[in-house]
Protein backbone atom coordinates (compact mmCIF):
# COMPACT_ATOMS: atom_id res chain seq x y z
CA UNK A 1 0.00 0.00 0.00
CA UNK A 2 2.45 2.81 0.81
CA UNK A 3 4.18 2.23 -2.58
CA UNK A 4 0.88 2.68 -4.10
CA UNK A 5 0.71 5.61 -1.91
CA UNK A 6 4.26 6.76 -3.17
CA UNK A 7 3.51 5.88 -6.54
CA UNK A 8 0.23 7.91 -7.22
CA UNK A 9 -0.90 9.99 -4.34
CA UNK A 10 -2.53 9.67 -1.02
CA UNK A 11 -6.05 11.01 -2.13
CA UNK A 12 -6.01 8.94 -5.19
CA UNK A 13 -5.39 5.82 -3.29
CA UNK A 14 -8.43 7.48 -1.07
CA UNK A 15 -10.73 7.93 -3.83
CA UNK A 16 -10.29 4.42 -5.36
CA UNK A 17 -10.49 3.23 -2.03
CA UNK A 18 -14.18 4.61 -1.33
CA UNK A 19 -14.68 3.61 -5.11
CA UNK A 20 -14.23 -0.32 -4.55
CA UNK A 21 -15.95 -0.37 -1.03
CA UNK A 22 -18.77 1.00 -2.95
CA UNK A 23 -18.73 -1.45 -5.22
CA UNK A 24 -17.83 -4.10 -2.12
CA UNK A 25 -21.60 -3.21 -1.25
CA UNK A 26 -22.97 -3.55 -4.21
CA UNK A 27 -21.67 -6.82 -4.73
CA UNK A 28 -23.60 -7.97 -1.89
CA UNK A 29 -26.53 -5.84 -2.49
CA UNK A 30 -27.50 -5.64 -6.51
CA UNK A 31 -29.62 -3.38 -6.14
CA UNK A 32 -27.76 -0.36 -5.76
CA UNK A 33 -27.69 1.20 -9.12
CA UNK A 34 -24.61 2.39 -11.45
CA UNK A 35 -25.60 5.84 -10.10
CA UNK A 36 -24.80 5.15 -6.55
CA UNK A 37 -21.40 3.37 -7.54
CA UNK A 38 -20.47 7.29 -8.89
CA UNK A 39 -21.48 8.58 -5.75
CA UNK A 40 -19.49 6.83 -3.95
CA UNK A 41 -16.36 7.64 -5.76
CA UNK A 42 -17.85 11.08 -5.33
CA UNK A 43 -17.53 10.90 -1.68
CA UNK A 44 -14.27 9.27 -1.84
CA UNK A 45 -13.25 12.99 -3.09
CA UNK A 46 -14.87 14.63 -1.05
CA UNK A 47 -13.47 12.57 2.33
CA UNK A 48 -10.29 12.43 0.63
CA UNK A 49 -10.22 16.50 0.36
CA UNK A 50 -12.11 17.39 3.43
CA UNK A 51 -12.65 14.47 6.19
CA UNK A 52 -9.81 12.02 6.05
CA UNK A 53 -6.73 14.29 6.87
CA UNK A 54 -8.41 15.92 9.96
CA UNK A 55 -9.54 12.65 11.31
CA UNK A 56 -5.55 11.22 10.26
CA UNK A 57 -4.06 13.68 12.25
CA UNK A 58 -6.49 13.83 14.99
CA UNK A 59 -5.55 10.27 15.96
CA UNK A 60 -1.78 10.56 14.84
CA UNK A 61 -2.51 7.71 11.75
CA UNK A 62 0.34 6.84 9.45
CA UNK A 63 -1.09 7.67 6.02
CA UNK A 64 -1.46 4.12 4.85
CA UNK A 65 -4.74 4.58 7.25
CA UNK A 66 -6.15 6.42 4.40
CA UNK A 67 -7.04 4.42 1.99
CA UNK A 68 -8.91 2.08 4.76
CA UNK A 69 -10.56 4.99 6.24
CA UNK A 70 -11.96 5.88 2.54
CA UNK A 71 -12.80 2.18 1.67
CA UNK A 72 -15.21 2.33 5.47
CA UNK A 73 -16.54 6.09 3.92
CA UNK A 74 -17.39 4.36 0.44
CA UNK A 75 -19.42 0.88 1.73
CA UNK A 76 -21.15 3.06 4.43
CA UNK A 77 -21.81 6.15 2.62
CA UNK A 78 -23.06 3.85 -0.01
CA UNK A 79 -25.12 2.21 2.75
CA UNK A 80 -26.96 5.64 3.39
CA UNK A 81 -27.59 7.28 0.32
CA UNK A 82 -31.20 5.67 -0.20
CA UNK A 83 -31.76 6.87 3.75
CA UNK A 84 -30.46 10.15 2.95
CA UNK A 85 -32.41 10.34 -0.27
CA UNK A 86 -36.29 9.53 1.36
CA UNK A 87 -35.60 12.25 4.19
CA UNK A 88 -34.41 14.67 1.66
CA UNK A 89 -37.40 13.78 -0.46
CA UNK A 90 -39.81 14.33 2.98
CA UNK A 91 -38.35 17.44 3.73
CA UNK A 92 -39.04 19.11 0.27
CA UNK A 93 -42.70 17.70 0.26
CA UNK A 94 -43.30 19.30 3.99
CA UNK A 95 -43.02 15.81 5.92
CA UNK A 96 -40.50 15.74 9.04
Known amino acids: MEALILAIGAKTCCIMASGVGGMCNWAVNKTIKWVDL ?14 IPPIMKHFALDIVWGPAIAFII ?5 RLLPVLEERAKGMIRGGK
Open 74 to 78: GYCGI
Open 38 to 51: LLAVLVGWIAAEFF
